[in-house]
Every structure is written in structure tokens, then in C-alpha cells.
């Protein structure tokens, strides 16, 4: 894909969760629950109103026409603000300080007040209808293979709810998630390749972990990206949770504005136009085989003159213009639809086809969508439809879409108009003093690692991986008194292989690979015991150091058994001389394997075939 003679821009939003003791608004902690936990819960409707300016915003009035209820779970950690029957506390200063330490790490001016602004957000991901957002610094920039990349804003937010499930006409939402500290971070769209959207979002998630104050995991950090061709629109992909796919998902959005660009060239040339009719096709689907159709209980179409052909063609891998129109009927809780393209099929006959194309007065260059269910959702559903069919004759229309898991994207709404923003009236001004912007700058993790290669002799990889480590000031302070290989197994390595054989280790944390590296420097085991002390950890992870050796069992005397097992194979000695010591070394090491260090045993066991020699 030639990326400059599509005139692609990109520009990428991160959101961070701040790993913080409370949330932004209350003291609750911030903290994920399991579902079933959930002591109580309550439901919403959400609602549009129009700003001061008499605009109604165009995604929340969508949201609105697909009539959804939300159900929220509440439990004993969170409380009446994120229910929103209370109103907010003060803005949570800690939050504050890591979001300004952030801001300098990407030199950017920081804002004299914080000013907490309401976002109006009705998809249900917040119990308000808006989302609590604080401008705190602009103008920045950070550096990426010697070009520079402009940051334009950083945002203190609020996070929104946890989805839990999507049910045909109800959203199931947590409230534990809800409120937890966040930064947005917006680039400009300087970024011209998918590549680079990679090397800039892998850099920002670099800088954000080096403070040390971020929450690691998954859906703790999350990229938008907004991106745009020549002739095509902004369209923003929200939610790509990992970096494995973002560069696919840059190409593949490139790739579909260009496609439908092509498609209204053809429009064009066709003469194409679309009707604001919407017609009753229900009895036509009485007796069909379709068991969609027939069991429906309205069945409803629009034509499109001139459409034949192209509702069918595709516009990224595996998914057709056609797709575009089933992801909106999907938002309004049908189940996709169906289109002449692809008919007959399905269970629709050939005569069903011939009969619904002549009720509404389709020729051969023609297209018809059908949708089918609850009569209103089928009639909301296809009302928007015509819509996105309207764009389709001017191009790419302004989009928020998901992201899915092979880099291809799903329509979600309409992208958001500007008249969504309101002063925070509960929440007083932040001012930002001489001495909140004295903060320290951290140690990059990419600096880390270097010092790690120079000082510690690790190998790059290595270095790279402890220097992002959540443990890494655990591995500086016991890399002076164990070898630092040693300290990144304990860390690291040993806790890998125990995962690759299927034991759970999140229950490790700090405190048990302290037990395990001072064991080893107590000489109370060898070091290839630690995966051994780690796996009984996992189990039983309140065990102390002392029980942990009992159970491992006593090391035992060493040289009595050497001693024992020499004169028992004296013969075999005799015969095999110094090549004795190989299997004689694995009786031993399957004795004392992981309780006493290797080469101490093979020091010992050379000594005493010798003089048995």
C-alpha cells in the first residue's frame, strides 16, 4: 500500500489507567471484582437533550433510537458517586501528580487550573450520560526514527464502566471499573504509515510504564485511532487493546475508504440515487423456508437504484459494503440483514426475489436490503441504513468504529459532534503549582535496558524484558547479591515455565520471589530449585521460608551418601574408571536436585571416585 499517494494521516489516543490507591471522584478503590460478587444492582434509561446552542449530538441521538436498558452492578468497593447519587469528590491530587509527570516526559506546557468538564456519553458506559474529563497539558512532542510527532493534548478522565454482556435490548454493565484515574494522550496526525502508528504507540506505552504508577494488564490501556485518505473522512477506531494488530488496523481502514471511494465513482457513473422509502415485505415471507424471515414478525426493505452489484463487494478482507449495513442493523438488536446480492439463498427462493423486487419496483441494475424482527427496531434500524446509503454517493462518511481481532473494524456510531462538552459544576479548579510541577522525570525503560546490558552483563533481550518488568527494582536490589542472572530466572524465567506447564501463577507477587532468592543466597537451596519453591508458592502462597525447606526436605548429608553410594558401585568404578562419574551423577542429582547446588555435588562426587581409583 503506497501510504503517501493515499495521502494517509494518522493520529493515535491512548488511554491509560493510573494505578492509584482510590478513584478520581470518591474513595472507593480501584479494583476489578468477579460478577458474581455483585451485592446490587439497578437499571437506566439514557436520554438526548439538546446544548445551549439547540444541537442535539448525533451519536447520543442514535443511542437513543436503539432504545436500550442498562443494568448496572454495583458491589461493597464502590458507592453512591458511581451510582450517581452523590455527587463527586475532589479531583484525586495523586492522579494529578503522575498525569504532570507524564506531561513533562512528553514535553508539553501544562495548563494553569485544571477545569473538570462533562462529556456527554449516553452509550451507557457511564450511569451519568457524560464522562468527567480534565484538559491538564498541550503542545508536545516525542521523536520517532528523527521524525517528530506532535502531542497535542493530555486528559485526566474518568473510566467507564466494565461491559459484562450485551444482551438483545439490555446492556449489562460493572461499576468497579467505573471512576478509576485515566490519562488520554492525542497525538497529531503526523503519522503516515501503519508502521509508525505501531513504533508511536509502542513508545508512548513505554514512557507511560516507566513511571511505575500505571495499572499493567489487559484492557488497562487501550488505543484509538483516528485515520483518514485523501478524498475519504476521520474516522476514529476505538478500543485496539493490543499492538500486535494496530498497524492492520491502519491499513485495513485505509484500504476500505479507497474502496468506498471506488464504489462512488461507480455510483456516479451509474446514476445511482437512493429512496427514503421504507416498504412492508411481510406477507411476501409468509410461507418462506427461511426460517429467519419466517419467523419474524415484520419483514421490511429500501431500495437502491443502482446499488446491484456493489452492496456485495468487498471492502476489506471479509467484509462487503453489505457488511457495513448488517453492523448497523445489529446496533439496533436485529440480527444483520439480508440483500439481493446474495439472493436467492438462505432458505429465499428464486420466486420470493422475482416477487419483492416487483413490489417495490426494482430493475436489474437495482439493490434491495432487507431486515426483519420487531417491527419498530426493524424500521429504526433500516431508517439509518438509508442514511449510510446516502454516503455512499459522497464518499466516506464520519464514523466511530471497534476494532475487531483481524484488524478489520465494525461500524459503532456516528462520531461525536462538538457541542458535547460542559463545565463540571461539583468539582472545584485544580491550580497547578510551582512546586506539583517540580516532579522528577524516571528512568525510560529503553535507558533501563541499556544499563542493565552495561552493568549487569545481561543479554539484550533479557535486559529488555526485566528493564520493563513491574519487579525491576526488585532484580537492581538483588542483583548485587546474586548473580543477576540468577535474580531475572527467579524473577522472570522460572515464573514463565511454570505458566508453558499450565500452573496459575497470579498469585505470585514481590514477596514471594524475595523468599525464593533468599533462600538461595541463605544456601538453604540451589538455584534449580527455585521453580520447585515458585510452584508451592502458586499453591499455597502464605507458606514461610522455613516450611517451604521442610517441605523440600532436609538437603541430608551430602557426603555420607556420596560416600555410601561409591562403595556400593566400587565395582563399576573399578571397570569404568573416571567415566564412572556421569551416571553416578544423576543418582545424585536425582536426590539432592534443587537442594544443593550442582556443582557442589559434582565437586564432591569427583573426589570421592577418585580416590575409590
Known amino acids: 500500500m503506497n501510504c503517501e499517494s493515499l495521502g494517509l494521516k494518522v493520529g493515535i489516543e491512548i488511554h491509560q489507567q493510573l494505578d492509584t490507591e482510590h478513584k478520581l471522584f470518591c474513595c472507593c478503590p480501584t479494583i476489578q471484582r468477579d460478577v458474581e460478587e455483585s451485592n446490587f444492582e439497578f ?67 501544562t495548563v494553569d487550573e485544571v477545569h473538570v468538564m462533562r462529556k456527554i456519553v449516553i452509550d451507557g458506559s457511564n450511569t451519568t450520560g457524560f464522562q468527567r474529563t480534565a484538559l491538564l497539558a498541550f503542545d508536545g ?73 500505571v495499572k499493567r494488564g489487559l484492557g488497562t490501556i487501550r488505543q484509538d485511532v483516528n485515520i483518514s485518505i485523501r478524498d475519504g473522512a476521520r474516522v476514529e477506531i476505538k478500543g485496539v487493546q493490543t499492538l500486535d494488530i494496530l498497524d492492520k488496523v491502519v491499513e485495513y481502514e485505509a484500504l476500505r475508504q479507497k474502496n468506498l471511494i471506488d464504489i ?5 457513473k451509474r446514476g445511482a440515487s437512493v429512496e427514503d422509502n421504507i416498504f412492508d415485505l411481510t406477507d411476501i415471507f ?25 452492496v456485495g463487494r468487498e471492502i476489506q478482507p471479509g467484509r462487503r459494503l453489505g457488511t457495513e449495513f448488517a453492523d448497523i442493523a445489529k446496533m439496533f438488536g436485529l440480527g444483520g440483514i439480508f440483500h439481493t446480492d446474495e439472493l436467492p439463498a438462505y432458505g429465499v427462493s428464486e420466486e420470493e426475489v422475482n416477487e419483492l423486487k416487483k413490489v417495490v419496483n426494482a430493475n436489474r441494475n437495482d439493490a434491495v436490503v432487507l431486515a426483519a424482527g420487531d417491527s419498530k427496531r426493524v424500521t429504526g434500524a433500516l431508517k439509518r441504513i438509508i ?11 464520519e464514523e466511530t468504529r471497534k476494532a475487531n481481532e483481524d484488524g478489520t473494524t465494525s461500524y459503532l456510531r456516528p462520531l461525536p459532534g462538538a457541542a458535547r462538552m460542559y463545565p463540571e459544576t461539583d468539582v472545584p479548579a485544580v491550580e497547578i503549582t510551582d512546586e506539583m510541577l517540580s516532579i522528577e522525570i524516571p528512568e525510560l525503560i529503553e535507558d533501563r535496558a541499556k544499563r542493565y546490558v552495561k552493568d549487569y552483563r545481561l543479554s539484550g533481550d533479557l535486559a529488555s524484558v526485566m528493564a520493563d518488568s513491574e519487579y525491576f527494582k526488585l532484580f537492581e536490589e ?39 532468592l533468599d533462600l538461595i543466597i541463605e544456601g538453604k537451596i540451589a538455584k534449580e530449585g527455585t ?9 499455597k502462597p502464605w507458606v514461610t521460608k522455613n516450611e517451604i525447606v521442610d517441605m523440600l526436605g532436609k538437603a541430608g548429608d551430602i557426603d555420607s551418601f556420596i560416600e555410601k553410594l561409591v562403595q556400593e558401585k566400587k565395582d563399576f568404578i573399578a571397570e569404568k574408571g573416571k567415566h564412572a562419574f556421569k551416571p553416578l551423577m544423576g543418582i545424585v542429582m536425582k536426590e539432592f536436585r534443587g537442594k544443593v547446588d550442582g556443582k557442589v555435588i559434582a565437586e564432591k562426587l569427583k573426589r570421592a571416585i577418585e580416590n575409590v581409583i
Not at 429467519?292 to 446499488?307: D, E, H, P, T
Open 43 to 109: 437499571f437506566r434509561y439514557l436520554r438526548s437533550k439538546r446544548s445551549e446552542i439547540g444541537e442535539v449530538d448525533r451519536a447520543a441521538e442514535e443511542e437513543v433510537a436503539r432504545s436500550k436498558k442498562f443494568i448496572y452492578k454495583s458491589y461493597d468497593t464502590t458507592c453512591l458517586v458511581e451510582a450517581d447519587e452523590e455527587p463527586p469528590r475532589e479531583l484525586n491530587r495523586e492522579a494529578l501528580q503522575i498525569s504532570i509527570q507524564i506531561a513533562k516526559m512528553l514535553n508539553m506546557k
Open 531 to 539: 521453580e520447585e519453591v515458585l510452584r508451592i508458592l502458586c499453591k
Open 387 to 397: 442514511e449510510r446509503t446516502q454516503y455512499c454517493l459522497s464518499g466516506v462518511p
Open 141 to 213: 512532542y516525542m521523536e520517532i526514527d528523527g521524525d517528530r510527532i506532535g502531542i497535542d493534548t493530555l486528559c485526566v478522565e474518568e473510566e467507564a464502566c466494565r461491559k459484562i454482556e450485551d444482551r438483545k435490548n439490555e446492556v449489562v454493565y460493572s461499576l468497579d471499573r467505573l471512576g478509576i484515574p485515566l490519562i488520554e494522550i492525542g497525538t497529531a496526525a503526523d503519522i503516515k504509515t501503519p508502521e509508525q502508528a505501531k513504533k508511536v504507540a509502542a513508545k508512548l506505552g513505554m514512557i507511560l510504564r516507566s513511571t511505575g504508577k
Open 286 to 310: 409468509k410461507d418462506t423456508k427461511s426460517k429467519v424471515l419466517k419467523r419474524a414478525k415484520s419483514v421490511k426493505g429500501i431500495l437502491l437504484k443502482g446499488f446491484a452489484g456493489l
Open 264 to 268: 462512488r465513482e461507480e455510483l456516479k
Open 478 to 516: 538483588y542483583a548485587g547479591k546474586v548473580s543477576p542472572t540468577i535474580a531475572a530466572r527467579v524473577i522472570h524465567s522460572a515464573p514463565a515455565e511454570l505458566k508453558k506447564d499450565g500452573v496459575n501463577t497470579d498469585r505470585l507477587n514481590k514477596e514471594h520471589f524475595r523468599i525464593a
